[in-house]
């Protein structure tokens, strides 16, 4: 049983729950877990520039997507053997790699990330990891890189080890001013059009992030509540 108490956190309500599996501490933010956020990609997202850019299709993908240091082979590896059918930048990616020359993100192609398929691309628009690991009937957190499967889920860890899982905010986009930013209820309510709860509707990554014993009590709390 995941052990539950109030814990104070940068989230708006903050609930602390324990891995009974290997101690590790949480700190949730259950209101937006329990909010209709979804993905509006493609129905009126309006990116991530310092201007409002929906028509330009590009979501969060306007930048190359930051990998972490075990992930760089794998990506580079998919991106290599994608079929051009459905990875509008296979040419680019065969000449030139998927990868930045420090491996640290995926390569910047005319003003966004080269797996993203603009809009209009017969093989379909979005990301080209994403529909190939459904096309190959696998999730697409098996696929793509941490920051792109984890998104809108943010964690932060404070200097006690403490893990602070909340919706990311503009301000966690650094230096680069975002116009608008679709996690903001009070500002950009938009986004909050879901059928279905947050814990519901992310509960693959929710399991894949804070491991199946906290996302299974956050779901049936959050249920119950």
């Given at each position: 049983?995941?052990?539950?108490?109030d814990a104070?956190?940068p989230a708006?309500?903050?609930e602390?729950?324990?891995?009974?599996v290997?101690?590790t501490?949480?700190?949730?933010d259950?209101d937006?877990?329990?909010?209709n956020w979804?993905?509006?990609?493609?129905?009126?997202c309006?990116?991530?520039?310092?201007e409002r850019?929906e028509?330009l299709?590009?979501g969060?993908?306007?930048?190359?997507?930051?990998l972490?240091?075990?992930?760089?082979a794998t990506?580079?590896?998919?991106?290599?053997?994608l079929d051009?059918?459905?990875?509008?930048?296979?040419a680019?990616?065969?000449?030139g790699?998927v990868?930045t020359?420090?491996?640290?993100?995926?390569r910047?192609?005319?003003g966004a990330?080269i797996?993203l398929?603009?809009?209009?691309f017969d093989?379909g628009a979005?990301?080209a990891?994403?529909?190939?690991?459904v096309?190959?009937?696998d999730?697409?957190i098996?696929?793509k890189?941490?920051?792109?499967?984890?998104?809108?889920?943010k964690v932060?860890?404070?200097g006690?080890?403490?893990?602070?899982?909340r919706a990311?905010r503009a301000d966690?986009?650094?230096d680069d001013c975002v116009?608008?930013?679709?996690t903001d209820r009070s500002a950009?309510p938009?986004?909050f059009?879901?059928?279905t709860?947050?814990?519901?509707?992310?509960?693959?990554?929710?399991?894949a992030l804070?491991?199946?014993?906290v996302?299974?009590?956050?779901?049936?709390?959050?249920?119950?509540?």
């Open positions: 049983m995941v052990e539950r108490s104070d956190s708006e309500t903050a602390r729950y324990v891995d009974p290997d101690g501490v949480w700190d949730i259950v937006f877990l329990r909010s979804r993905c509006i990609w493609g129905e009126g309006q990116g991530i520039l310092p850019a028509a299709g590009q969060c993908c306007s930048v190359g997507a930051e972490l240091d075990e992930e760089a990506v580079e590896a998919l991106g290599l053997t051009p059918v459905r990875f509008q930048f296979a680019q990616a065969s000449s790699g990868l020359g420090d491996r640290r993100a995926t910047v192609i005319d990330c797996f398929n603009r809009p209009g093989g979005g990301c990891l994403h529909l190939a690991a096309d190959e009937g999730s697409p098996d696929w890189p941490a920051i792109c499967w984890q998104l809108p889920l932060d860890v404070d006690n080890e403490v893990r602070h899982l990311w966690d986009w650094g116009a608008w930013c679709c950009e938009s986004a059009v879901g059928d709860p947050v814990v519901e509707s992310l509960f693959e990554e929710l399991r804070v491991g199946p014993e996302a299974v009590e956050l779901r049936t709390r959050l249920s119950e509540s």
